[in-house]
C-alpha cells in the first residue's frame, strides 16, 4: 500500500511563506515525476508545480518567481517553499507522485490535501 502523507499548510498573511512537505511510503520500487496541485473552493484542481526524479522543475504562470519545488529522493519527500503568497494563493494543496511499486505497474498517487489560508 502506498500513500502520500503532506503537512505544512495553515493560515498566513499576504507576503508570508508556507513550506509544504509531502513524504510516500509504502511498498514503493521507484518514484518517478512528483508534483503539487491545488483546488480553491469552487475551482477545478490545477497544476502548481512539478519535479523530475533529477529535480528539473515546471511551474504554473502564477507560481514563478514566488514558489520553489524540490525533492529529496532519499527520503522520498517533495517540499513546495511558497513566498509572497497572495489571497488567491488560498487553496487545498495536494501532493501527486508517479509511484511504481512493487508488483504493479506506475500509476498516480494522491495525497489527502493540505489547506493554505491566505489573508488580506
Known amino acids: 500500500q502506498v500513500q502520500l502523507v503532506e503537512s505544512g499548510g495553515g493560515l498566513v498573511q499576504a507576503g508570508g511563506s508556507l513550506r509544504l512537505s509531502c513524504t510516500a511510503s509504502?511498498?514503493?520500487?521507484?518514484?518517478?515525476?512528483m508534483g503539487w496541485y491545488r483546488q480553491a473552493p469552487g475551482k477545478q484542481r490545477e497544476l502548481v508545480a512539478t519535479?523530475?526524479?533529477?529535480?528539473?522543475?515546471d511551474y504554473a504562470n502564477s507560481v514563478k518567481g514566488r514558489f520553489t519545488i524540490s525533492r529529496d529522493n532519499a527520503e522520498r519527500t517533495v517540499y513546495l517553499q511558497m513566498n509572497s503568497l497572495k489571497p488567491e494563493d488560498t487553496a487545498v494543496y495536494h501532493c501527486?507522485?508517479?509511484?511504481?511499486?512493487?508488483?504493479?505497474?506506475?500509476?498516480?498517487?494522491w495525497g489527502q490535501g493540505t489547506q493554505v489560508i491566505v489573508s488580506s
Open positions: 501527486n507522485a508517479n509511484i511504481e511499486a512493487w508488483g504493479d505497474r506506475s500509476r498516480d498517487y
Open positions: 519535479v523530475t526524479t533529477g529535480g528539473n522543475s
Open positions: 509504502g511498498s514503493i520500487f521507484n518514484i518517478n515525476a
